[in-house]
DNA sequence: ATTCATTGTTACCTGTACTCACAATGAACG
DNA sequence: CGTTCATTGTGAGTACAGGTAACAATGAAT
């Protein structure tokens, strides 16, 4: 350790770790036969942070991602019942999603599988060490932000991840 | 904080932290013009932390990924000069991926746009957080192990990626 | 000699996200 | 009013990363 590129190696391990996280949540998928992809999962995850149902951009900035991405992460949830595209009569471009009954109910497995791999992941940590972990991560995301675009405006409906 | 869902939370950081380090290293690679994908540099440097060069199957359990992958992104580098394949004498059936000049000369620009990347993502940091954040991904990836296989049989030639 | 394991690869498919172009809507301003 | 410009979501196309399955060549074991 204390290695020539420290900063970059920590980017290495980062990105080994996320693969495996990305391996084992997508067995998890598999297992349980939700139906839906991991994306697809974690869209319906940050959708339920929302008080009120969030518009296609919202979760683009959100996820960190293309506006288009998005539209296909939600074609495929809608596909599957687990959420609804409800016109905003205020705003006619604008599109909010709603999660359906059924997408509430696949959210709940979603929990528990998203859990256990997390559980499976962090195994060789400690309480105290994930504790660590966890606000360094946070301190790294909410830092900087921006996605493709540059920053968020602010007045979102009830982001903050938590 | 202290969310109902701690581990899950921290792996959705994990996953966005990746989003976000792709991106940046992608963005850092096309104005270079290196002419070479973000997997692909993985492949490079990891090529670099090997004494003697390696086989085709050791640098898929490295990289935790399939054989397959492997041949793909060894393909684009060969293809542009950066490595070389060459036969095993000892074992007609193995592979040995070598380092050319270009591809060390390469993997020098390559180290600055990624000390660059990694420099950009870990801003909100100070030098003392790096160091405990390093450490905690270090414990991580070291546990467990095991990409799409179970684990390493040990004897590799020059490993521990640091 | 036959059988089995290793090694890399051919062929194909999925998931994810990106760019570009565009239609529909809304806002600003003459 | 009409013109112009920004916002919002999407169709079409592309790139990249990785996974499965089948296989040919080689090596090892019996």
């Known amino acids: 350790m204390t290695a020539p590129d420290p900063d970059g190696l920590l980017a290495e391990q ?3 770790l996320t693969r495996r996280v990305h391996r084992i949540q997508k067995r998890y998928l598999e297992r349980r036969e939700l139906g839906i992809t ?9 959708l339920a942070h929302y008080s009120s149902p969030p518009r296609m951009a919202d979760l683009a900035e959100r996820l960190e991602v293309v506006p288009r991405a998005v539209t296909t992460l939600v074609d495929g949830l809608e596909a599957h019942g687990k959420v609804r595209r409800v016109p905003d009569p205020a705003n006619r471009r604008v599109i909010r999603i709603e999660l359906t ?4 109910e696949t959210l709940r497995e979603l ?4 859990r256990a791999a997390a559980a499976e992941i962090l195994a060789p940590l400690g309480e105290r ?6 606000e360094l991560l946070n301190t790294l995301v909410d830092g900087p932000a921006g996605p493709p675009c540059e920053e968020r405006p602010g007045g979102g409906p009830g982001p903050v991840e938590g």
Chains 1, 2 share one sequence.
């Open 111 to 114: 929990r528990a599988a998203r």
């Open 101 to 104: 009954d059924e997408g509430r």
């Open 129 to 134: 060490e994930r504790e660590q972990l966890g």
């Open 14 to 16: 980062l990105l080994r």
């Open 38 to 46: 991991p994306a697809q999962s974690r869209l319906l995850r940050t």
